[in-house]
């Protein structure tokens, strides 16, 4: 099993920056893709970008794209989420999920493991 612990959540005003960490630990000596997903109040839970174990690959939802960065350090068995330009409509709790597959993956039936979730929120 993998455990998942999120942090660098907070507040931040509209156009301002954060950067989100996911530091696995557990059995991190096999190899797994890792996505960041988020939830606002009243919505369902939704994809907003993943990567490969390599870290050669990346994919990103229409909503963020050009805005966040999704990278790994698997040194460190550390992910991040480089969020720039923040907009209201941002404000979630942020979740990171892991999954046993070199490849990455977009859906949320995919993943095996999550860690518990960081509050971000963007003021206008």
């Known amino acids: 099993q993998v455990q998942l612990v999120e942090s660098g959540g907070g507040l931040v005003q509209a156009g301002g920056s954060l950067r989100l960490s996911c530091a696995a630990s557990?059995?991190?000596?096999?190899?797994?893709?890792m996505g960041w997903f988020r939830q606002a109040p009243g919505k369902e839970r939704e994809f907003v970008a993943a990567?490969?174990?390599?870290?050669?690959?990346?994919y990103y939802a229409a909503s963020v794209s050009g805005r966040f960065t999704i990278s790994r350090d698997n040194a460190k068995n550390t992910v991040y989420l480089q969020m720039n330009s923040l907009k209201p409509e941002d404000t979630a709790v942020f979740y990171c999920?892991?999954?046993?597959?070199?490849?990455?993956?977009?859906?949320?039936?995919?993943?095996?493991?999550w860690g518990q979730g960081t509050q971000v929120t963007v003021s206008s």
């Open positions: 990567i490969s174990w390599s870290g050669g690959e990346a």
């Open positions: 999920a892991a999954t046993y597959t070199i490849q990455m993956r977009t859906t949320a039936h995919e993943y095996d493991y």
């Open positions: 557990g059995r991190t000596s096999r190899r797994y893709a």
